[in-house]
């Protein structure tokens, strides 16, 4: 399982992926540009003692991803997506896409990936859940479907 946060803005939130990240085995991967410094201590205090138990990726920008994996199956996740994140089924390998937290994943990108967008369901009139509960949400679901690989 890969989670993916593209240009997240808050330290916190990008802390509290990675220790679902390091709890699950997850890989994070983070695309820049990034809101805060990889050294900043609201990140590391957000990550407490997981950091050393992720494995993080830093890439410059989407398309470098897209690229250093040209055969990942890219999920991506937005309160624009038409299908819920239960509806399908997830693989050990997926590529889970999270936008910024102000502006979620950019116009493009979601275009593009029509078909590939999800949702998590909200009553109307929300505007979305925190980053980093909907990463844990999603990343959960992935691991329940495939019998909690390796987890106790």
């Known amino acids: 399982m890969r989670v993916v946060l593209v240009e997240p803005e808050i330290p916190a939130n990008t802390g509290n992926v990675a220790r679902t990240c390091a709890v699950t085995g997850a890989e994070l991967h983070l695309v820049k540009p990034l809101g805060f410094s990889i050294d900043d201590r609201h990140l590391k205090r957000a990550g407490l003692d997981y950091w050393h138990q992720v494995k993080v990726f830093l ?22 997506g038409r299908k819920l994140y239960t509806e399908i089924r997830y693989t050990e390998g997926d590529f889970l ?24 369901p909200m009553l109307p009139g929300r505007r979305s859940l925190n980053l980093s509960n909907s990463v844990a949400v999603v990343v959960f679901e992935a691991l329940r479907q495939q019998g909690f690989p390796g987890m106790a």
């Open 59 to 80: 890439h410059e920008n989407f398309g470098s991803l897209l690229q250093e994996y040209p055969e990942g199956r890219f999920l991506y996740f937005s309160t624009r």
């Open 97 to 120: 896409v999270f936008g910024k937290e102000t502006a979620g994943l950019p116009d493009h990108i979601l275009k593009a990936n029509e078909n590939h967008t999800l949702r998590l």
